[in-house]
């Protein structure tokens, strides 16, 4: 058999070519592992909170918009790392693991090299609890994997994925070797991407043949939604015309019919980037460019869509209208209704907002928490509509090494599918954990 049509993963795993660019993954059998929750500072938490991944190793789930629990919120999809103190070499693996709320049990159901240290393998649920999406790189390529469930067969497509349409009809991603990958020794960013398994090229400038990705789940056909070069001439910042132009965070608002992205300007000499928010249709049409670079630049991160798919929540300094502090702010994908949701309370972290905005979530970066005072991070919780704060509780994160806070612990906290619980990234006794949050009696 031809090397096109049989090879390994990068984990190992034999890989046949089915179609053009799609493969069938053989995977390795697991059984279920009984293992028991702990109550996480029992009597010290607003609502019970449960460390609900085993001590056995180091935990996270994917990311603070990125709904870990399954359609029916019976699973919760994590990731096991390998280790935590020091960086990712390619060869390395993670599991892709799926643990059972109800029966309080966990099963690695996949192996991948394709990882980092914020998202892990990017763990996406299709519309039902028999598929998981994941990352993986097959034929020197980064992509998509899909891991079914119930027979346990893996397909592998052509395209990588950054996020999954709620349709589960298409992924779309900038290529993952890129996110993380080098520019003279600077990369685009560590941890969102997959490790580097092969020599990456630097962009120059806005090329026209490169940009955001979009792969047809039931064709494997792969197209470029959005180049580089259309974001960036969409943009007409001028400011951008001298620099390398990336893709970064891409994402479906919860309907699918719009697409948000994250669009870095990076001058590798001054190590530094410059970001802009654009929104698109899938189809690739209807552009926006909500947030400027100058909006942007006076300080902001973490875009994350409104449920209603038609707002975006996001940490902004709105100095335009005459505020010097990061706010958590609230527009429409157009940019149009700007305005901030609580002039009360300091932005931070990764804010999310429930169905009807009566409440907002997030946490704290280690530098953040300490100017409030605090020894570990805040899972913070505002009702918006009395502007009250409280704490659901705080949480070890400060893990480095040395100076390098590329090993860090984000909690990046993510309301569950009926924003009743809330999970979260800690770090108890140092160790990597995911913990749940239920929030039911108390809001």
């Known amino acids: 058999m031809q090397r096109r049509n049989f090879l390994k993963t990068s984990a190992g795993l034999l890989a ?18 009984q293992f028991k929750f702990r109550e996480y500072r029992k009597g010290a938490t607003f609502g019970k909170v449960q460390i609900v991944t085993p001590d056995d190793g180091y935990y996270i789930h994917t990311f603070f918009d990125v709904c870990p629990f399954s359609p029916t919120q019976k699973y919760l999809a994590v990731n096991k790392l390998p280790y935590q103190d020091r960086h990712i070499q390619y060869g390395d693996t993670l599991e892709i693991c799926v643990i059972d709320l109800e029966n309080e049990t966990i099963e690695s159901v996949y192996s991948t090299k394709g990882w980092g240290f914020q998202l892990g393998a990017n763990l996406n649920w ?10 993986d790189v097959i034929d020197n390529q980064a992509v998509c994997v899909r891991i079914d469930l119930k027979t346990k067969e893996v397909k592998a497509f052509s395209g990588p994925m950054y996020h999954i349409n709620p349709h ?4 779309i991603s900038f290529p993952l070797d890129l996110i993380n990958g080098y ?22 400038g806005a090329p026209a043949d490169q940009g955001l990705w979009q792969t047809d789940l039931a064709s494997n056909q792969k197209k470029l939604l959005l180049s580089l070069k259309k974001a960036r001439d969409t943009i007409g910042d001028p400011f951008y015309e001298k620099a390398n132009c990336y893709f970064f965070h891409s994402k479906y608002n919860p309907q699918g019919t719009r697409i948000f992205q994250v669009f870095r300007g990076i001058f590798p000499s001054l190590r530094q980037y410059h970001p802009a928010l654009l929104t698109l249709n899938p189809d690739g049409s209807q552009i926006r460019n909500p947030i400027t670079r100058e909006q942007w ?38 940019g149009e209704d700007f305005r901030i949701l609580t002039e009360k309370h300091v932005g931070s972290g990764h804010p999310s907002v429930n169905q009807d905005l009566s409440y907002l979530i997030s946490d704290c970066y280690v530098g953040e928490y300490k100017k409030f005072g605090l020894t570990e991070s805040p899972i ?54 995911v913990l749940i949050a239920d929030l039911t009696d108390v809001i």
């Not at 589960?168 to 992924?171: G, I, K, W």
């Not at 038609?310 to 209208?321: A, E, F, G, S």
């Open 168 to 171: 589960e009809t298409d992924v």
């Open 297 to 334: 630049g006076y300080g902001g991160h973490h875009p994350n869509w409104h449920p209603d798919g038609k707002r975006i929540v996001m940490n902004l300094t709105p100095k335009w209208l005459g505020d010097d502090t990061l706010r958590f702010c609230i527009f429409r994908d157009t």
């Open 126 to 135: 299709g519309k039902t609890d028999r598929f998981l999406y994941a990352n």
């Open 183 to 204: 520019q003279d020794g600077i990369a685009t960013q560590l941890g969102y991407g997959v490790p580097m398994f092969k020599e990456t090229k630097e962009i120059k």
């Open 380 to 433: 913070r919780l505002i009702n918006l509509n009395t502007e009250e704060e409280v704490h659901i509780c705080t949480v070890f994160t400060d893990i480095r090494v040395g100076n390098d806070d590329t090993f860090r612990v984000d909690p990046h906290p993510v309301w569950s599918r009926d924003f009743k619980r809330v999970c979260f990234n800690g770090a108890p006794e140092e160790k990597r954990q």
């Open 16 to 33: 046949v070519l089915t179609s053009p660019g799609c493969f069938s993954v053989q995977q390795r059998q697991s059984k279920p592992v």
